[in-house]
């Protein structure tokens, strides 16, 4: 916890409190309401914890204005140039970048886990075929916790972190097999001999029937979209999972809720939505009809993909993923796709129309992944699976810093209630 550097004095009618204030390493100072409701007897309110830090972390730090996001310290745009995903996953989970044989080891463990219990195939089996490949990563994830009793023990160090390479290594899988189910064709077991990103490709798109090489441009941009999306600070999902960490549930059911509320078109949910929405504006032609719906105050339509709540001035993964997505659709030589050619016209549309540039809304990380995503054949349904096997290191992460931490409490916030006083029973005939 930061040290006290400042007070913050709050009247509420004549009572005068002196709340303490605490300086982050970067970022605004905070006040610290915790003692507010004993000695004022009020509440903060804060709905969709606009102005509210739930905890202190030393993970992750996104700047909106500056459009900065940076993990450990280091920024995003270095990372997704000179790292790549494991490596990124090593420096979320213990803090700093790995030695050469650190690294070498950490790849080694994860590939070692890939496979998951052979009995957990049930489960996928139980599933209807047009199942949503989400819900079944809720269902297999959470089922997890029934296969896996040598690391649900969160009060052991070493328990938590075979749950947290379990969870990275088998997610992928995890993905793929929902993906190949919901097509009717046989699971692919993982290959130790590709590294993450390309055996997740070789996963999803190989069938026994024939070789399946790797194009490792596709692998590259692979690893960089599960780069990009690997933390973000207390977002909604990641907050999810603090939040039912809270509580001492096992790793498994966390991580099962974080991907539960990454499933929203809010959240994770947006880079299928986006896909969608592309589909249904169908020819550039039409794009102005849906700019003046997005508009439109009584039309409930947003443009998906573009607008962040923390990024207001650019999204820094957009900005990677953009010269990605280039990269790639040149590559697989589908720049003239009609899909790809309304999302050109309507990213160049948006920018330029001043009621996008006053709310400054423009194209966030999702709108360039799913672009990517459909690219190299992947159905919208996997975009968001895509991104929960991505950020399960920044949930693991997280989770493993809150239990860290010997303040961490029970989260529990409490309300404004607007509802009835208290009133007797009225018995059903007298209603
Ligand atoms: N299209 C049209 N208008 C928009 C959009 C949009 N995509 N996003 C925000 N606005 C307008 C909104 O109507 C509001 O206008 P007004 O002030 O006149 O009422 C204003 O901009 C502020 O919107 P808000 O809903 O108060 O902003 P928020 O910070 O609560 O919402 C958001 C952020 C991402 C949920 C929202 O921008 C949105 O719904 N975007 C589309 C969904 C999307 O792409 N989500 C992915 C986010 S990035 C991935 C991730 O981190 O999960």
């Given at each position: 916890m930061a040290k006290q550097t400042g007070t913050a004095k709050l009247t509420i009618g004549d009572k005068e409190l002196d709340l303490p204030m605490y300086s982050p390493s970067v970022g605004p100072d905070v006040i610290d309401i915790r003692a507010l409701y004993a000695q004022g007897g009020v509440f903060t309110y804060d709905p969709g914890f606009t102005?509210?830090?739930s905890c202190d972390s030393t993970i992750t730090f996104i700047d909106g204005g500056k459009g900065e996001l940076l993990h450990r310290g280091y920024p995003i745009d270095q990372l997704a140039e000179k790292s790549h995903y494991l490596e990124v996953c090593y420096l979320l989970l213990y803090g700093e970048l790995p030695s050469a044989t650190e690294l070498e080891e950490f790849e080694g463990t994860i590939t070692n886990h890939?496979?998951?219990?052979?009995?957990?195939?049930m489960f996928f089996r139980?599933?209807?075929?047009?199942?949503?490949p989400m819900a079944t990563m809720v269902g297999v994830v959470g089922a997890m916790s029934a296969f896996y009793h040598?690391?649900?023990?969160?009060?052991d160090p070493r328990q938590r972190e075979i749950a947290s390479h379990r969870l990275i290594a088998k997610m992928p899988t995890i993905a793929a097999m929902a993906y190949k189910y919901s097509i009717g064709q046989p699971f692919i077991y993982p290959k130790n001999s590709l590294d993450f990103a390309a055996n997740f490709l070789h996963m999803c798109?190989?069938?026994?029937?024939e070789n399946y090489e790797v194009d490792p441009i596709l692998a590259r941009a692979m690893d960089r979209i599960f780069t990009l999306h690997a933390d973000h600070e207390q977002n909604a999902s990641t907050s999810t999972v603090r939040l039912a960490s809270?509580?001492?549930?096992n790793p498994f059911a966390c991580i099962a809720a974080g991907i539960a509320c990454l499933w929203g078109p809010a959240h994770g949910g947006a880079n299928q939505a986006c896909l969608e929405m592309l589909k249904e504006i169908g020819?550039?032609?039409r794009i102005p009809e849906f700019i003046a719906r997005a508009k439109d105050?009584?039309?409930?339509?947003r443009l998906m993909g573009f607008g962040h709540r923390v990024y207001k001035n650019t999204d820094p993964r957009a900005t990677v993923l953009k010269q990605s997505a280039d990269e790639v659709l040149e590559l697989l030589g589908v720049e003239n796709n009609p899909l790809l050619q309304v999302a050109k016209e309507l990213e160049q549309t948006a920018l330029s129309d001043p009621y996008f540039a006053e709310k400054k809304l423009f194209p966030n990380v999702d709108f360039y992944s799913g672009i990517i995503l459909e690219a190299m054949g992947?159905?919208?349904?996997?975009f968001t699976p895509i991104f929960a096997l991505s950020r399960t290191v920044g949930w693991i992460s997280q989770w493993k810093e809150q239990l860290s931490d010997p303040a961490h409490k029970i989260g529990r916030p409490r309300q404004l209630y607007m509802g009835a006083e208290m009133r007797d029973y009225v018995d059903v005939e007298n209603r």
């Open positions: 102005s509210t830090a890939t496979m998951i219990h052979e009995q957990m195939h139980g599933f209807r075929r047009d199942a949503h040598d690391s649900t023990d969160i009060s798109f190989a069938v026994p029937a809270s509580s001492g549930a020819t550039p032609d105050k009584d039309d409930p339509f992947f159905p919208t349904s996997m």
